[in-house]
């Protein structure tokens, strides 16, 4: 026992991650250039040796193994980087269910920890497409997102998903990743992939970071080891210049571990020196340092899945080791700014930018929720003025419900709700629909929750009905966060005997109120960024009364409207009468007017005629 306790590794890794990698045909297409390969091999290099697995299989016409699952160190990294670029593309079918199903009996390999966590990733350019029968293609996407899904949640495995292309089948790929507390990508452009696995990793595995001042960082004398990850163009080699004005040598040295790409360059420093250092030739804007520090800034984990609208708690505190730093000649030298960006493609949109209130030691803020659906980061700088971290959170904000109608037979139309992650709890939130009349009524109704898991109603549509319909979620998670959400309008109308129509948007009410082109051709469309709205510790503790008496006098004017018009008196009505045909004669004489005037101008020139 002692001699095999000898040769077995002391530490265990943490984390497994798994590549599915779409080997059709179409991928040359997609990925000319094969950036998934150098993505896979970015992947093996932020891994810390030791610390954690990985394994890389191919599917198409069938599933196979590329990388058999292995921990990670520098053998595993010189066979991967062996394989990845020799494989070849050129299935013609796209069996995701049979490689899905493969992975889910493949047994864990590895040196793994009880309890480690489960992060998959799967990049594809096309959909299901296992047969020329659309009914079997149907069905294997089917048992995917219920039977396979189903597995994959109740496993803890997150399934992060890559469309190549916009040809992907998004829903499907979209309805994995919310399921399992994942992100799903569109890659506009094969070089995106290198910074989506960069984030997907990120996520997985987070660490304290340096941030950049243009060009530049600083080193503290807390930092035992820092990890350029750099990207720029092919065939370009960054300048890394010491706090000493040298220019780092980019070999592999003992203080020094290089690995380099076409598109990417790692560069790990062990007992990095203190002060300003450069970097050159990079795209900094996708560039990251990341560091191993006893001096440590951590935040509040967030969800790989926010819901629209539902607030998000952060709490950010500084360490020493494991200790909270709780020195107030410390705490008071601390600046900490939260920046909330929004990530679309090689875009980056800043939606807030905002200073955190200390309270107890820590810094804490309250975002009251996001309105737009979408990737964002969350960046966190700690700014010490003689040292700083940077702390990146990804997450996905999507609505907790997928609001659809349909008809399913007869003269009935109808509407579910259904959750998209099992963070919502179904039991404590409620669900109603709104309908909107012809003539302008609204009324609400419940929407019940049937034994299925999801909201349903049932509607009997009468003939030349045209009728709006939303729903709104009052939602809880299952923490206990309270947030509400309006969906989409829906419609559905009736002509005659036929069956119901349903339909996203307001088309139903298109006959009776249709839209007047505007005639000012200076009025343009405006880009509306998403709103978020950040709530001091002042403002949260305030009186929850005041809040409701405020809500209670900001309800729609609209039934106060109506109220008054059909409230009109007796006299009210008198007065009209008279002001109407007040109206009548003044234009019935100006019309009289009008036409004395003419005729006289007739008679003048007969006159002159007649001269």
């Excluded at 009880?114 to 020329?132: E, K, Q």
């Excluded at 035992?224 to 220019?247: A, Y």
């Excluded at 203190?274 to 030739?281: A, D, K, P």
């Amino acid at each position: 026992v002692a001699v095999l306790s000898f040769w077995m590794p002391l530490s265990k890794a943490d984390t497994q991650f798994r590549v599915i990698v779409d080997a059709s045909g179409s991928m040359l297409i997609s990925d000319p250039d094969k950036l998934t390969s150098e993505a896979l091999r970015l992947i093996s290099n932020l891994a810390p040796e030791e610390k954690a697995t990985l394994g890389i299989w191919l599917f198409g016409e069938e599933p196979r193994v590329l990388l058999p699952e292995a921990i990670v160190n520098k053998a595993n990294k010189a066979k991967l980087a062996s394989y990845v670029d020799s494989y070849v593309t050129q299935d013609v079918k796209t069996d995701l269910e049979a490689i899905v199903k493969l992975l889910l009996e493949t047994p864990d390999t590895g040196n793994l920890k009880p309890g480690f966590n489960r992060h998959w990733i799967l990049v594809t350019d096309g959909m299901v497409d296992i047969s020329l029968d659309e009914a079997v293609n149907k069905a294997s996407r089917d048992r995917i997102l219920n039977e396979l899904t189903a597995k994959l949640e109740e496993r803890g495995i997150h399934l992060h998903t890559i469309s190549m292309t916009g040809y992907t089948d998004k829903a499907l790929l979209e309805s994995l990743s919310l399921r399992t507390n994942a992100t799903h990508t569109e890659v506009a452009i094969p070089e995106d992939l290198l910074d989506t696995f960069d984030r997907i990793f990120t996520q997985a595995s987070p660490s304290d970071e340096l941030p950049f001042d243009g060009n530049r960082f600083t080193v503290d004398d807390a930092i035992k080891e820092l990890t350029l990850v750099v990207f720029h163009e092919s065939g370009i080699q960054p300048h890394v210049i010491k706090p000493d004005g040298t220019l780092l040598s980019l070999v592999s040295n003992k203080n020094v571990s290089v690995s380099t790409s076409d598109h990417y360059t790692l560069i790990t420093v062990r007992d990095p020196a203190t002060g300003e250092w450069q970097v050159n030739n990079v795209d900094l804007e996708r560039s990251s340092i990341r560091v191993i520090t006893d001096l440590s800034a951590q935040a509040t984990p967030v969800a790989p899945v926010i819901f629209q609208n539902e607030p998000i708690y952060s709490t950010v505190a500084l360490f020493q080791k494991d200790k909270v730093i709780q020195d107030d000649k410390i705490l008071s030298l601390l600046n900490v700014k939260q920046t909330l960006v929004r990530l679309s493609g090689e875009q980056k949109e800043t939606v807030f930018s905002h200073e955190m209130d200390r309270t107890n030691g820590q810094f804490k803020q309250r975002l009251e929720g996001i309105t737009e659906p979408g990737n964002y980061e969350l960046v966190s700088l700690v700014d010490g003025k003689t040292f700083s971290r940077q702390l990146n959170q990804f997450f996905t904000v999507h609505p907790a419900i997928n609001f659809e109608g349909a008809n399913p037979s007869g003269n009935l139309v109808a509407f579910s709700a259904k959750p998209v992650n099992l963070k919502l709890n179904m039991l404590r939130s409620n669900v109603k629909l709104e309908f909107t009349y012809n003539n302008g009524t609204t009324e609400m109704e419940d929407m019940p929750l049937n034994g299925q898991g999801y909201w349903e109603k049932i509607i009997p549509v009468s003939a030349n009905q045209n009728v709006k319909v939303r729903a709104k979620l009052i939602g809880f998670t299952q923490t206990g966060l309270r947030f509400e959400y309006w969906t989409p309008v829906w419609h559905f109308n009736r002509q005659g005997n036929d069956a119901p129509i349903v339909g996203l948007g307001a088309a139903a009410l298109a006959a009776v109120l249709t839209p007047v082109a505007s005639s000012n051709k200076d009025v343009m469309p405006m880009l509306v960024l998403p709103s978020v709205s950040v709530v001091s510790e002042a403002e949260e503790n305030s009186d929850p009364q005041t809040e409701v008496a405020e809500e209670s006098t900001g309800e729609p004017s609209t039934e106060r409207a109506s109220d008054t018009v059909n409230g009109l008196s007796k006299a009210d009505w008198i007065i009209y009468a008279v002001l109407s045909l007040g109206f009548i004669v003044v234009v019935a004489g100006g019309i009289f007017l009008y036409r004395r005037i003419k005729k006289n101008q007739s008679l003048r020139r007969d006159d002159l005629d007649d001269v």
